[in-house]
């Protein structure tokens, strides 16, 4: 059996590299096609003939899915087409597609293995669960699988998958993933859906154990030749302060390299602090999103005063580690004035790299369900308004649209220059236009480079295929 996994950016996916690994490891072989890094994409996949063709999807990019699953049903009629990840979790009706075969819905560690070898044997597999599965006008549905207890016990991802391509080879940047889980209720967030879909099905808080992130790390550094730096994407990190300093004193004698991490600013202290800059972490990316605390506590549901943003921002900085932070405009409820106080608390913070998104409201978290109620989101809206990058498209209706539009174009530019936060004041009065978006690109591209430690010329290309492969042709569910 041969297993095509297929995505739309070239931003590595620690999901799909478990899945490879587990597979791989049963005897199937995987391949990954990454649509920017191909002259033809729809011909690379056809050729390698795969009996299963496979997304790993968020909202927004499942249209691009359906495109390229409609083009290869016509040159692959019997592959099995299967959709995975976010968007198909919460949104499982897309199965009903004429180009969707099943889809599975939360982690698959467990069953699609067992999934994939009931199809090769030719048995039943519409009772499978964690997988919806459509088989001759019928659906059926199945509840998730049980949750791989100890994430410990799995094989590690497979960093080999992303190797055929040079792009990744010469990459100095490796993600890795030690957590799983998080056991806070942001309204924008789908962590806590996730976590109610598996009530009684397994210990939903999980963390790997120390020695095991540290070989895949070792090993990952025969694997990159280039590899200067990690990236930790967890759910959360800091929860169990025992297991982030022992995993720092490990890291510190094992690694040694510059490492990036997200972390809660309450979670932050002075242990913490310590223990991550003795193990050289570089960066530590804060969740800020706004600057107003009414609208951060009733709207966000997170209870963070900016007291201890200062302060946590504070701690790191006299240690020598750097502040990013994630920040959203176009919040319900939010006005100009609000949002400018977005941009006053990163200056406050003296952050190194200020991030800004648009809100996307997915259906399905209580932020969505807010702002339909009281009126900030169009009754006309659905999927296809979606931005999946979050970086453009404004969702919500609210107060001064135009003037915070512009704000987040100049968002970068105001929190690191004063004289930019100064004229802030008069360009919000004049109407958004290509040259302020070309702005915010130039932003964009020169805050990745400088965070993640590679060349303009590098951020600029995975800002580009990013960027165009979300521009695809869209087609509805």
């Keep these: 059996m041969k297993i095509a996994f297929l995505q739309e950016t070239v931003n590595q996916n620690i999901g799909v590299m478990y899945l490879s690994a587990v597979l791989k490891f049963n005897g199937y072989d995987c391949q990954l096609f990454a649509e920017p890094l191909e002259n033809d994409f729809i011909r690379?996949?056809?050729?390698?003939?795969p009996d299963i063709i496979g997304f790993?999807?968020?909202?927004?990019?499942?249209?691009?899915?359906?495109?390229?699953?409609?083009?290869?049903?016509q040159l692959l009629p019997n592959s099995l087409v299967l959709f995975g990840g976010p968007h198909p979790t919460y949104f499982s009706e897309i199965v009903e597609?004429?180009?969707?075969?099943?889809?599975?819905?939360g982690e698959a560690e467990i069953s699609l293995p067992e999934f994939i070898g009931r199809v090769e044997k030719g048995q039943k597999y519409t009772d499978v669960q964690g997988f919806w599965v459509k088989q001759r006008g019928s659906i059926f549905r199945n509840d998730v699988?049980?949750?791989?207890?100890?994430?410990?016990?799995?094989p590690y991802p497979d960093h080999k998958l992303y190797l055929k391509y040079e792009f990744y080879r010469n990459q100095t940047e490796v993600p890795f993933s030690t957590t799983r889980g998080c056991p806070f209720r942001c309204s924008f967030c789908y962590i806590h859906v996730k976590a109610s879909l598996y009530k009684g099905k397994g210990k939903y808080l999980r963390t790997r154990n120390i020695d095991g992130v540290i070989g895949e790390m070792g090993l990952a550094r025969k694997l990159y030749p280039n590899m200067t730096s990690v990236i930790l994407y967890d759910d959360i990190i800091g929860l169990?302060?025992?297991w982030l300093a022992d995993f720092s004193d490990a890291y510190a004698e094992h690694v040694g390299l510059p490492w990036f991490t997200s972390i809660r600013a309450d979670l932050v202290d002075e242990f913490v602090v310590n223990k991550?800059?003795?193990a050289k972490c570089f960066c530590l990316s804060l969740g800020v999103e706004t600057g107003d605390e009414e609208l951060r506590e009733r709207v966000l549901g997170k209870r963070i005063p900016n007291s201890q943003y200062l302060k946590a921002a504070r701690l790191l900085h006299d240690a020598g580690i750097k502040v990013r932070t994630s920040n959203m405009v176009f919040l319900p409820g939010e006005d100009i004035k609000k949002a400018k106080s977005t941009v006053d608390i990163n200056r406050a913070m003296k952050v190194d790299f200020a991030w800004a998104y648009t809100l996307q409201p997915y259906p399905g978290t209580d932020i969505y369900d807010y702002a339909v109620k009281n009126g900030y989101l169009s009754s006309a809206f659905q999927f296809d308004d979606i931005d999946p990058l979050g970086l453009l498209k404004p969702i919500i209706d609210t107060k001064d649209k135009d003037k915070i539009l512009v704000l987040h174009r100049f968002?970068?530019?105001a929190v690191h220059h004063t004289f930019m936060r100064k004229l802030l004041n008069i360009l919000i009065y004049l109407p958004p236009n290509p040259l302020f978006d070309a702005v915010y690109s130039l932003s964009l591209i020169l805050s990745y480079a400088d965070y993640h430690q590679v060349s303009f010329l590098r951020a600029l290309r995975v800002a580009w295929n990013n960027y165009w492969s979300t521009k695809r042709k869209k087609i509805k569910a």
């Design 240 to 242: 169990d302060k025992k």
């Design 145 to 154: 699988a049980f949750l791989v207890d100890d994430i410990s016990t799995l």
């Design 411 to 413: 968002f970068n530019f």
């Design 276 to 278: 991550l800059a003795k």
């Design 97 to 105: 597609s004429p180009y969707v075969d099943a889809v599975s819905r």
């Design 44 to 49: 690379a996949v056809a050729s390698y003939q």
């Design 56 to 73: 790993s999807l968020i909202t927004g990019a499942h249209h691009w899915a359906l495109d390229v699953s409609r083009q290869l049903k």
